[in-house]
C-alpha cells in the first residue's frame, strides 16, 4: 500500500488531555467557584471530568457540562460560557505531552512521510495548545478548522485542503485520531485512510468502525510498514 503521509488529530492523540485536565484541575476549581457543588476537590472534579468527557466527547461540551451537573460535580445553576471559558482559559496556560512524541516524529520523518496536523478549534486556543508543546515544528502542514474560515471536522473540506497543501493524494495519507465521527467518519469520507486511536475507548453506534486501530499513535510507525509491505 502506498503511504506517503501521516495526518493527525491533535486533543487526544498527539497531546494527553487527561493528564492536561489533572494538572488544571487546581486552576479550574478555583476559577468555577460557586458553579461547583461543595466539597468537590481538583482530584474529583479532574476524575469527573475525564470519565465524562470520554463518554460524550463526541456529542460535545454541552453534554459533557450537562453530564457534570448529572454527577453532581456542578450545580444545575451553573452556566455553560462560564464553564467553557475556563476549560479555553486553561488549554491556553497548559498542555501536557505524551512521553514518547520525540522518538515517534523521529520514526515518521525516518519514514520519509509528509507530516500534518488537522484539528477543530480557535486558532487561539490550539495554536496555544502547540505553542505549549512546541509542536508547529514537527508539522510540514496544519490546518485548524474554525467553523468559519474552515469548516469543521467531519467536513471533508478540511481534509481535502490539506492533501492540497501536501500535494498527494488522499488515498495515499493515513488519519489518525479518536473521535469516531470527527476524524475516522470524516477522513474516511475525504478519501483518507482512517486509523483510530483508541485514548478514549468510547465507540459511536451507527459509525462504520476503522479499518485500523491503535492504542496510542506510538503504533502507527509499525503500522505503516505493515501496510506499505501489503500487496
Given at each position: 500500500m502506498k503511504i506517503t503521509g501521516a495526518v493527525?488529530?491533535?486533543?487526544?492523540?498527539?497531546?494527553?488531555?487527561?493528564?492536561?485536565?489533572?494538572?488544571?484541575?487546581?486552576?479550574?476549581?478555583?476559577?468555577?467557584?460557586?458553579?461547583?457543588?461543595?466539597?468537590?476537590?481538583?482530584?474529583?472534579?479532574a476524575e469527573e471530568l475525564s470519565a465524562a468527557d470520554r463518554l460524550y466527547i463526541v456529542e460535545g461540551w454541552e453534554r459533557i457540562?450537562?453530564?457534570?451537573?448529572?454527577r453532581g460535580i456542578l450545580r444545575k445553576s451553573a452556566d455553560f460560557s462560564r464553564y467553557a471559558e475556563s476549560l479555553y482559559a486553561g488549554f491556553r496556560r497548559t498542555a501536557v505531552p505524551f512521553p514518547f512524541e520525540d522518538a515517534?516524529?523521529?520514526?515518521?520523518?525516518?519514514?520519509?512521510?509528509k507530516v500534518a496536523l488537522i484539528t477543530n478549534g480557535s486558532e487561539s486556543v490550539q495554536g496555544a495548545?502547540?505553542?505549549?508543546?512546541?509542536?508547529?515544528?514537527?508539522?510540514?502542514?496544519?490546518v485548524i478548522a474554525d467553523?468559519?474560515?474552515i469548516p469543521k471536522k467531519p467536513d471533508p473540506a478540511p481534509f481535502r485542503l490539506m492533501a492540497e497543501r501536501l500535494g498527494e493524494?488522499?488515498?495515499?495519507?493515513?488519519?489518525a485520531g479518536d473521535n469516531p465521527l470527527n476524524d475516522v467518519d470524516g477522513s474516511r469520507r475525504a478519501g483518507y485512510i482512517p486509523v483510530w486511536v483508541r485514548t478514549t475507548g468510547v465507540w459511536c453506534e451507527g459509525i462504520e468502525k476503522a479499518p485500523y486501530e491503535v492504542d496510542?499513535?506510538?503504533?502507527?510507525?509499525?503500522?505503516?510498514?505493515?501496510?506499505r509491505n501489503e500487496a
Amino acid at each position: 500500500m502506498k503511504i506517503t503521509g501521516a495526518v493527525f488529530d491533535l486533543d487526544h492523540t498527539l497531546f494527553d488531555r487527561y493528564a492536561t485536565l489533572r494538572a488544571l484541575a487546581p486552576f479550574l476549581v478555583e476559577r468555577l467557584g460557586e458553579d461547583l457543588m461543595p466539597g468537590v476537590d481538583p482530584r474529583r472534579f479532574a476524575e469527573e471530568l475525564s470519565a465524562a468527557d470520554r463518554l460524550y466527547i463526541v456529542e460535545g461540551w454541552e453534554r459533557i457540562f450537562s453530564a457534570l451537573i448529572d454527577r453532581g460535580i456542578l450545580r444545575k445553576s451553573a452556566d455553560f460560557s462560564r464553564y467553557a471559558e475556563s476549560l479555553y482559559a486553561g488549554f491556553r496556560r497548559t498542555a501536557v505531552p505524551f512521553p514518547f512524541e520525540d522518538a515517534f516524529f523521529r520514526a515518521l520523518r525516518e519514514r520519509d512521510l509528509k507530516v500534518a496536523l488537522i484539528t477543530n478549534g480557535s486558532e487561539s486556543v490550539q495554536g496555544a495548545k502547540l505553542g505549549l508543546l512546541d509542536m508547529a515544528r514537527r508539522f510540514d502542514e496544519i490546518v485548524i478548522a474554525d467553523g468559519e474560515k474552515i469548516p469543521k471536522k467531519p467536513d471533508p473540506a478540511p481534509f481535502r485542503l490539506m492533501a492540497e497543501r501536501l500535494g498527494e493524494e488522499p488515498g495515499t495519507l493515513l488519519y489518525a485520531g479518536d473521535n469516531p465521527l470527527n476524524d475516522v467518519d470524516g477522513s474516511r469520507r475525504a478519501g483518507y485512510i482512517p486509523v483510530w486511536v483508541r485514548t478514549t475507548g468510547v465507540w459511536c453506534e451507527g459509525i462504520e468502525k476503522a479499518p485500523y486501530e491503535v492504542d496510542t499513535v506510538a503504533e502507527l510507525p509499525a503500522l505503516i510498514d505493515r501496510l506499505r509491505n501489503e500487496a
